[in-house]
């Protein structure tokens, strides 16, 4: 299966956009880019995913590289509700429904 | 607003009891995830059903954990005996569709095993 690198943690000022890096450089060709998120005691929710294009609606954008290796989820406004455990999950196949969640990106915005 | 609920929201027992947590997802979905999630081990996939027959439960501690679906609005997963090592957040998610994109959570059971 592929997997997925993210820092750790990162810093926003609210207002500012929040870019959110994430390594895949061994995903397939048929595998997706999935973006979850955790807000504290809470369930995780879903922000977007792709393949390959650019992808944007009302969370976030969603940036891939041209050679798929690597991505960036970018939260244009961020608000201190945006503070939350950032997940980046690459499906092991379109044809299963497994999302396999690793450590992710837990991002603090600050006022 | 459609969403996934679970009830109990907590839980506190005693080893060797039976534990039963419930999901109910939202309407029209026909696939039901259960996952576990620890500071240790982080969020893990348990089992998952589509239809409610069980697609995949090779996540999930066979000798202890079961999983069902009496009908299409109800999800139970249930624990026993439980153990101290069982403790942890519990959380249901539906979806629709053949390899679903969207999972959709619910606020999870926060079950504590003494």
């Known amino acids: 299966d592929a997997k997925t690198t993210q820092p750790t943690s990162m810093d926003c000022a609210e207002g500012r956009a929040a870019n959110l890096p994430c390594n895949h450089s061994?995903?397939?060709?048929?595998?997706?880019v999935y973006w979850y998120r955790q807000i504290h005691s809470q369930g995780p929710q879903y922000i977007i995913h792709g393949l390959k294009n650019n992808e944007t609606n009302e969370m976030a954008s969603l940036i891939i590289t041209e050679d798929r290796k690597s991505s960036t989820l970018i939260l244009p406004h961020a608000t201190l509700r945006d503070t939350a455990v950032y997940y980046c999950i690459v499906r092991p196949s379109h044809n299963t429904d497994k999302l396999i969640f690793g450590t992710g990106t837990r991002l603090q915005v600050f006022p | 607003d459609a969403r996934v609920t679970q009830t109990p929201r907590h839980k506190v027992t005693e080893m060797g009891q039976e534990v039963t947590m419930r999901c109910q997802p939202i309407?029209?979905?026909?696939?039901v995830f259960w996952y576990r999630q620890t500071m240790m081990q982080g969020l893990e996939l348990l089992a998952y059903f589509r239809n409610r027959a069980p697609l995949d439960d090779s996540g999930m501690p066979k000798d202890r954990f079961s999983a069902e679906m009496p009908d299409a609005t109800l999800a139970t997963l249930k624990i026993q005996p439980s153990e101290p090592r069982d403790s942890a957040v519990y959380f249901c998610a539906s979806g629709f569709g053949q390899a679903t994109d969207t999972q959709y959570f619910g606020p999870g059971t926060r079950l504590t095993v003494l």
């Open positions: 061994t995903i397939s060709g048929n595998e997706y």
């Open positions: 309407l029209g979905h026909n696939t």
